[in-house]
């Protein structure tokens, strides 16, 4: 890849780890993951509960739970270079991402109600992150608010910005995250399954207002999601992580219609698609996810797949790359290209 | 179909809960099941679709005696069992039963698999001997794919997934005829659901059970219901064949609701129309007149606020709308 085009990419992710010290042992939550985000782009982070898609975002903003730290990897926002490692001690990065979280990227959770403080005003709330970052009066940052908050869909704002979180809806509170979260046009916005705690209806009004706010700011927005729906209808760039892996990554194109992965495959196939005429019968994944504290030495999804080889289960296998964008972690094709070589 | 494979029927069933404030404060309820009648044949699995607060839950709890209802009837094969007590009750719950969505809340971490599922059993006074009840419980855990020496050991050792199977075992230690599903998946990752889904399956087939399914996952509740139920604040909005009703909604509530669910492809996804209902789901606490959904409906009228629209049967699929009614005259 050539200088210019890493100059785009507004995050690059290079061989992330991340541990966790828990009473049972080290938990290996994320194992070398790379990603790359580009401007305006928005990127769907796919995987279940354990598969590190969470922690490896929450790495990015220096949010990690106390027992958690970064063990390796290079973390760079716009070009520079925000890991730990970057800054002399933690008070210094402590204070840089203090700057950086709010204004340059932040953070849409799963439940607003845990992210607002519940005796607080939300008009408050909004204020706090315009000033924090800007030099303006508490007049004009309440004229931004209310701007802000007519701008994500509130009505009567005016009167609703001397409300209590209480006082709002779950959809409505979501809102009220996302004109925070979007407050000082931030270059990445980081939503960490946004959508979950939602009503079918309340979630397709999020999840249109976050596309359409992000393109107006031109925002990328990284999006945390267990649902492939969600993934389908919003997101032009798709990771799929399993087991602190990613195991397969590409367009939204590529990663429906051409999966590659025994996972990514087994995924697509315990899913149902309403609009579909013809009822497939789901075909599950047998087994459960591998358990972290002991990850085994070959491929994550070893135990589940069906196709498993021997070499599987003792090396990790290395990226097989079918386009510009589109890589697989598999031995199956590593196999099979080896195989091609030989013979040419 | 006729009258005599319905297993369930449901007649105008309210259930009212009293949530006055004070002692000589107007007296106030949330309506939570309004006025609902429907349909299980035997052996059918029944979708119960809404948003949260829509009463779905409310409705399966009361079908289960767990709410008592305010009033209307549920003939159970023919019986009713709203004003069932003791014996016959314990009678009832012998041939219907029900899964719970949380496997981590639903599961005694104290008791191990085996006292688990065999509870049922003693309660019910099943097998005279200890050996008997023990072959059948590792009959069933065999049945919901756990293995024999799971029976000693304690539900913190499993996983969701895991969980879910042990409380399906347990709903089937009494060999039930009718079981209510509660969010049976919506606690498991997407991988698991597809399991647990084929294990009802599976188990249906293989006993001739009755589903009353509720879910908020509209993909996963076509897959797995012949019919569906679509309820919004307390009252049921349209019942029909699920393929059908999926394939062509009538009411204005499902065809929005329909719209909004993500599609797992990314052609379609991105490009569908949706429907766009302002607002959200009026309290429940203070409905609006007339229907419900009018506050919301992008086709409402004058006289959508008067009164609640009837259940009516066009073809076979029923509508609770003035609309639908004034269109198919």
């Known amino acids: 890849m050539s200088e210019t085009e890493k100059k785009s990419h507004i995050l690059d992710v290079h061989d992330l780890e991340v541990e966790f010290e828990t009473d049972q042992g080290i938990v290996h939550a994320v194992r070398g993951v790379t990603y790359e985000v580009n401007e305006g782009e928005i990127v769907g982070l796919v995987g279940e509960s354990g598969s590190g898609k969470s922690v490896s975002m929450y790495s990015v903003m220096g949010l990690l739970a106390e027992n958690g730290h970064i063990r390796a990897g290079d973390i760079k926002l716009d070009g520079r270079d925000i890991a730990r490692d970057a800054f002399a001690n933690k008070k210094e990065y402590e204070k840089a991402m203090e700057e950086i979280r709010g204004r340059q990227m932040s953070m849409i959770f799963q439940d607003p109600l845990t992210f607002l403080n519940p005796t607080r005003t939300i008009g408050d709330q909004i204020c706090e992150v315009i000033m924090n970052h800007n030099k303006v009066t508490r007049e004009e940052a309440r ?202 | 179909m006729t009258e005599n494979n319905v297993i369930l029927k449901v007649e105008h ?77 314990k009678e009832f719950y012998r041939s219907a039963q029900l899964i719970f969505q949380d496997p981590y809340a639903s599961l005694d971490p ?27 419980v590792v009959e069933l855990l065999k049945t919901v794919g756990l293995k024999p020496d799971h029976i000693r050991r304690y539900p913190h050792e499993f996983s969701g997934g895991q969980r879910q199977r042990i409380s399906i075992a347990r709903t089937l230690a009494l060999n039930p005829e009718f079981i209510v599903c509660d969010e049976p998946i919506s606690a498991l990752d997407v991988s698991i659901q597809a399991q647990i889904i084929n294990l009802l399956e599976r188990i249906q087939n293989e006993r001739g059970i009755s589903y009353l399914f509720i879910a908020h996952d509209l993909s996963m509740v076509k897959h797995i219901s012949d019919r569906i139920g679509v309820m919004y604040l307390g009252h049921m909005m349209e019942v029909g064949d699920a393929d059908e009703l999926y394939r062509n909604p009538m009411h204005p509530y499902s065809q929005a609701l329909l719209s909004a669910v993500p599609i797992p492809d990314p052609e379609t996804g991105k490009s569908r129309e949706r429907i766009h209902l302002q607002g959200e789901l009026p309290s429940p606490l203070n409905p609006p007149s007339g229907c419900p959904f009018r506050t919301r409906c992008p086709f409402a009228s004058e006289r959508c606020a008067e009164g609640m629209p009837e259940l009516k049967d066009y073809n076979g699929r029923l509508v609770a709308c003035f609309k639908t009614e004034q269109e198919n005259q």
């Open chain 1, 143 to 344: 004229a931004k608010a209310i701007d802000l908050m007519t701008q994500v869909g509130i009505p009567s704002p005016e009167k609703r910005i001397r409300q209590y979180p209480f006082e709002f809806s779950g959809g409505m509170r979501q809102r009220i995250i996302i004109a925070i979260a979007l407050a000082n046009k931030p270059r990445l916005v980081i939503a960490d399954e946004p959508t979950t705690a939602l009503d079918v209806t309340i979630q397709a009004q999020v999840l249109d207002l976050i596309k359409d706010l992000s393109r107006k700011n031109g925002s990328s927005v990284i999006l945390i999601t267990h649902d492939l729906g969600v993934v389908a209808s919003l997101c032009d760039y798709i990771y799929i992580m399993y087991g602190g892996k990613i195991v397969e990554s590409g367009t939204d194109r590529e990663i429906f219609y051409d999966p590659r992965h025994p996972y990514t495959i087994g995924l697509l196939n315990c899913i149902n698609n309403p609009e579909a005429d013809e009822q497939k019968e789901l075909k599950p994944i047998p087994g459960s996810p591998p358990d972290l504290l002991k990850p085994p030495a070959g491929c994550p999804f070893v135990d589940r797949c069906e196709k498993a080889m021997n070499i599987c289960r003792n090396r990790m296998p290395s990226y097989t790359q079918y386009t510009e964008n589109h890589k697989a972690m598999c031995w199956l094709d590593e196999v099979k290209r080896r195989q091609e070589e030989k013979h040419d």
């Open chain 2, 110 to 136: 104290r008791m191990t698999v085996g006292e688990i599922i065999r509870e049922p059993m003693q309660i019910h006074k099943l097998y005279k001997t200890k050996e008997e009840e023990e072959e059948h």
């Open chain 2, 13 to 89: 069933l309210k259930t009212y809960f009293d949530v006055t404030k004070g002692l000589f404060a107007k007296k106030q309820y949330v309506k939570a099941v309004d006025d609902v009648s429907f349909e299980i044949h035997e052996g059918e699995t029944f979708g119960l679709v809404g948003e949260s607060g829509c009463g779905k839950s409310s409705l399966g709890r009361t079908l289960m005696r767990i709410y008592d209802p305010t009033d209307g009837t549920v003939l159970y094969k023919g019986k009713d069992i709203t004003k069932l007590k003791g014996e016959q009750l």
